[in-house]
């Protein structure tokens, strides 16, 4: 009888462990560049108490039915290829902050990576001998210079879809190489449908979730525009028992930045730094108390922090904005 209420307790910890967080995930999107980092370029990530970069190593397609993913080659970016990215990587540990590998598909015209999706069988089983070969090099990476995380893929609905046998097998392949903890980075609203999350230790989100039709919402409106989302995201994470990470996050600084996160089309370049601001604001309040999710990664960061971002700037970068401030303060909070 003593031994069986012990294992009920061993399970319970089990299960508790797998809820709590006792240390949140404070990243950056660390993205690549045509040259190699140094240490001036890591201290800003530092400076705003970050203790995770995100690392992007990209691989190309010509278009959404294209199956050859060209990757690591000679005419990428630096900071794209495997050189590049355990370069970035080395300056990064040297201050001590930890990784996570984020292996990337660009699609020329920048199509979206969701829509990826060939039109015959031929076709499925060469995607799927290039896509492993993509995300084996990186997973063999993130092996050598022991990354506390790796990404298997970011926003592939349809190829998950239509060829789910593969990605389970994928898995198990990838595990056999790396042995740390492993997410996949679904979009906002694909999270719901990816069909591995039990074999993965977080359940990845690119958080990018509509929370205010305003043209600078309060922190008060976005607040109350994440509660329907919110409760949907909590039912994922007790559903499988895995904390929640929001592999992406951010906000442009534009008009309208809570109504469609997502966008990134350049006609919209009315700067206004209080709507990411508030957005950003209500994001940290909604979820980084929570014990169930594990932190998450802003959108994006750059190198040469003096040259990128500003007040002029209407892309996602917080770099030398209002939010940056907010940023260094949510970072520097004790972990829940």
Same mark, same amino acid.
């Given at each position: !009888?003593?031994?069986?209420? +012990?294992?009920?307790?061993?399970?319970?910890?089990?299960?508790? *462990? &797998?809820? #709590?967080?006792?240390?949140?995930?404070?990243?950056? *999107?660390?993205?690549? /560049?045509?040259?190699?980092?140094?240490?001036?370029?890591?201290?800003?990530?530092?400076?705003?108490?970050?203790?995770?970069?995100?690392?992007?190593?990209?691989?190309?397609?010509?278009?959404?039915?294209?199956?050859? %993913?060209?990757?690591?080659?000679?005419?990428?970016?630096?900071?794209?290829?495997?050189?590049?990215?355990?370069?970035?990587?080395?300056?990064?540990?040297?201050?001590?902050?930890?990784?996570?590998?984020?292996?990337?598909?660009?699609?020329?015209?920048?199509?979206?990576?969701?829509?990826?999706?060939?039109?015959?069988?031929?076709? $499925?089983?060469?995607?799927?001998? *290039?896509?492993? /070969?993509?995300?084996?090099?990186?997973?063999?990476?993130?092996?050598?210079?022991?990354?506390?995380?790796? &990404?298997?893929?970011? @926003?592939?609905?349809? +190829?998950?879809?239509?060829?789910?046998?593969? $990605?389970?097998?994928?898995? @198990?392949? %990838?595990?056999?190489?790396?042995?740390?903890?492993?997410?996949?980075?679904?979009?906002?609203?694909?999270?719901?449908?990816?069909?591995? $999350?039990?074999?993965?230790?977080?359940?990845?989100?690119?958080?990018?979730?509509?929370?205010?039709?305003?043209?600078?919402?309060?922190?008060?409106? &976005?607040?109350?525009? =994440?509660?329907?989302?919110?409760?949907?995201?909590?039912?994922? *994470?007790?559903?499988?028992?895995?904390?929640?990470?929001?592999?992406?996050?951010?906000?442009? /600084?534009?008009?309208?930045?809570?109504?469609?996160?997502?966008?990134?089309?350049?006609? !919209?370049?009315?700067?206004?730094?209080?709507?990411?601001?508030?957005? #950003?604001?209500?994001?940290? @309040?909604?979820? $980084?108390?929570?014990? =169930?999710?594990?932190?998450? +990664?802003? =959108?994006?960061?750059?190198?040469?922090?003096?040259?990128?971002?500003?007040?002029?700037?209407?892309?996602?970068?917080?770099?030398?904005?209002?939010?940056?401030?907010?940023?260094?303060?949510?970072?520097?909070?004790?972990?829940?």
């Amino acid at each position: !009888m003593k031994r069986f209420k +012990f294992l009920i307790f061993l399970s319970i910890l089990s299960i508790q *462990s &797998c809820k #709590t967080q006792t240390n949140k995930i404070n990243g950056v *999107s660390f993205v690549a /560049s045509g040259k190699a980092i140094n240490q001036t370029d890591v201290k800003p990530v530092v400076n705003v108490n970050a203790n995770y970069a995100a690392i992007m190593p990209f691989g190309f397609i010509r278009n959404l039915n294209d199956p050859e %993913i060209n990757h690591n080659t000679d005419r990428q970016w630096f900071g794209e290829t495997r050189a590049g990215a355990k370069q970035y990587i080395g300056e990064l540990r040297k201050r001590g902050v930890k990784i996570m590998i984020k292996p990337q598909i660009w699609v020329w015209h920048g199509e979206f990576t969701g829509f990826i999706e060939m039109k015959n069988e031929a076709d $499925w089983k060469t995607l799927e001998a *290039s896509y492993t /070969s993509f995300i084996l090099e990186y997973a063999d990476l993130a092996n050598e210079v022991k990354a506390e995380l790796f &990404c298997i893929g970011t @926003e592939l609905e349809k +190829f998950i879809e239509n060829r789910p046998e593969y $990605w389970s097998n994928l898995i @198990e392949k %990838i595990k056999a190489k790396y042995k740390g903890k492993l997410t996949y980075a679904a979009n906002w609203d694909e999270f719901k449908r990816t069909p591995f $999350w039990t074999k993965l230790d977080y359940i990845g989100v690119d958080a990018y979730f509509p929370v205010s039709d305003k043209k600078t919402p309060s922190v008060v409106d &976005c607040l109350e525009g =994440w509660k329907k989302h919110k409760a949907v995201i909590y039912n994922m *994470s007790q559903k499988y028992q895995k904390p929640i990470l929001f592999t992406e996050y951010g906000y442009r /600084s534009v008009d309208f930045s809570g109504k469609a996160p997502w966008v990134s089309d350049r006609s !919209m370049n009315q700067v206004n730094l209080e709507a990411q601001t508030n957005t #950003t604001q209500a994001l940290f @309040e909604t979820f $980084w108390k929570e014990e =169930w999710f594990a932190g998450g +990664f802003i =959108w994006k960061w750059f190198h040469e922090h003096d040259k990128v971002g500003g007040e002029d700037n209407s892309r996602f970068t917080p770099q030398n904005k209002p939010v940056e401030a907010l940023l260094r303060k949510q970072y520097k909070l004790p972990n829940e």
